[in-house]
């Protein structure tokens, strides 16, 4: 057949027009009906109680707005205030300090991700996911505890024993190789359902529900999901470890039994724990020997842990329900806490441009000046730490400060709390925030993320300076490598006492929560 310059089967393409209309007219009249509805004309106007609602409504978005606005102008106006030092490791630019050095000006760079904040979009979605997450460990937990004590509270109850076994028994007469009768079997119509002395779901639904992590220098312990509960018709407590093995096993295992259990350390020391000892940044301290804990938590003789959340409305209802609720604050501890103030005061100016480095630097000098790897240093050791790097406390200071700490008259105290008493720490959001950084790096939960692992995760494609154009990525990178490994121990892999002083160092000059935030995000993902 000759070739032809149209088809018999081709239609112009004028006709298609009418082809592809005829298709989406039911969606285009549908959108057209859409868009056409209207308010209804019968609706009752509304009343005054919610015009009064939207009023303070719209004064509250106005306000906030307005707030945001602020910042952002501020932020846009510090953006290139910020401590843009030559990645090489000159000077900075605004002028250089004679107390700097190039690894501080180095530690500084990473202050510049304040001025790039992540997006209120991704950020409310990112929190909004974290917060189901979080809320369905805890109902996990929850649900876990009380099936283990209502179940524990019936079974184990003596009175499910038979009069007849508890007379031969006390009296010796059950026949040889007769089981006690905590081993013997108990058939379902010999148990009771309810016992005098058992725990009811009644009695245990008025507890206080708590988190809270270890204190610890080790990674893997630090990093443990602990949830705890009170019960205030005993006074007893319970903490309970949230473990993930893969991605959809859970489980909730008991970290500390339930029991009633006194203060180990401090003012209160030998004082049962009650409802006002349960506040956020709260210590409860626990005897290793009397737990089944792991091996890492008991080569301190007490473990301390730190309460990082609590449920208010459980609290409130607790204190409104409690007539015995006192809310102490003895005189010793409000001294104490002058002195703390005092001589962090003293430091916090010396420490806002070279915290890295002096936090970072002490907890290095620290870890090798402890021979018995046990955490403990005398009070020489101390002053020869303060002098080496130019930190100075008067003497009269140092000593009131060594009577507090000291309170067990050892002559040793623990680093870490020396650390934490004379610098202060940052607030347990901010804590939050470097726990979870560094979990997502020590993913195995090992203790120690490989120096290796912490290049490929770090990302510095947010930073300022390689925004404008002036550094690379691989120099902020570079530089944030090179000050994180000048505080480590061993060069190749980092511990999470080290990320933690690092971090640590950097808050110190930051005031606003969010900007320091910002310092984890960006870099990290998280």
Known sequence: MPYSGSYPHTCHLDSSLHWRTSLQTPYAQHHQAEQQKTVPENLPSPRDRYKLKYRQYEADMREEYKQYSERIAEKKKDHFQCPEASVKGTQLQDGHDDDLTALDEKALLQQCYISKPYTMRHSIRKSEAEDVAAERRKQAVVEQVMVDQLSRAVISDPEQS?????YKEAHGLLGFGTAPMRCRKRTLHETKIRTKSGLTENMLSNKLRFDSRIISRN??????????????????????????????????????????????????????????DFYIGANLTFRSVDHNLPESCKQNPVLTLRVIGIDEAAVDFLKASSVEFKQECSKQVVDNSKVFKKIQGMLRETLSKRGVRVLTGLGKYFRNVDKNRNGFLSQADFKEALKVFHLEIPEGDFVS????????????????????????????????????????????????????????????????????????EEDIKSSFLETLGESCSNPNEVSYSEFEDYYEGLSIGIMDDEDFVNILRNPWGI
């Open 401 to 472: 400060l060594w009577l507090i700490l000291d309170d067990s008259k050892s002559d040793k105290v623990d680093f870490g709390e020396f650390t934490r008493a004379i610098f202060g720490e940052m607030n347990e959001y901010r804590k939050s925030f470097v726990r979870k950084a560094y979990m997502k790096l020590d993913f195995n939960k090992t203790g120690s993320v490989p120096m290796v692992d912490i290049r490929k995760c770090y990302c510095a494609k947010k930073h300022p300076l390689v925004l404008a154009g002036k550094a690379t």
């Open 219 to 276: 990674g893997r312990d630090a990093c443990r999901e602990l949830i705890g509960f009170f019960f205030a018709c005993d006074r007893s407590l319970t903490v309970y470890e949230f473990r993930q093995f893969g991605k959809n096993r859970t489980n909730a295992l008991p970290f500390i039994q339930k029991g009633v259990y006194q203060h180990q350390c401090g003012q209160k020391k030998g004082k049962a724990y009650d409802l006002s």
């Open 162 to 166: 038979t009069r007849a076994d508890v």
